[in-house]
Nanobody, 122 residues
């Protein structure tokens, strides 16, 4: 499975960005998909995950109410709509395929994309 994340960039605080992640090589309709982020010098942090059937979403506390995860109709694309961005949201954002275990744990995710950089200026 190959995951290609895109949509990152530079945005002012309070602005919005939409990240996309397209998967290829395998149908992911029976897998959850998620987003993590990693800021310089910090550990990888859980952002959001959507269940295999789109019925359930999970969010990290720091992004609840501001970010929305969704999946495309073809089920092999996952999006992250980020609103009301803050400077502390600056990080490289990674998409990943959920395997098993806690959705909040990066080790529960199997395949990873290369990451896309989001920079929020104050």
């Amino acid at each position: 499975v190959q995951l290609q994340a895109s949509g990152g960039g530079l945005v002012q605080a309070g602005g919005s960005l939409r990240l996309s992640c397209a998967a290829s090589g395998r149908t992911l309709s029976s897998h959850g998909l998620g987003w993590f982020r990693q800021a310089p010098g910090k550990e990888r942090e859980f952002v959001a995950t959507i269940s295999w059937n789109d019925a359930t979403t999970w969010y990290g506390d720091s992004v609840k109410g501001r970010f929305t995860i969704s999946r495309g109709n073809a089920k092999n694309t996952v999006y992250l709509q980020m609103n009301s961005l803050k400077p502390e949201d600056t990080a490289v954002y990674y998409c990943a395929v959920y395997g098993s275990g806690s959705v909040h744990y990066h080790g529960s995710h199997t395949y990873w994309g290369q990451g896309t950089l989001v920079t929020v200026s104050s």
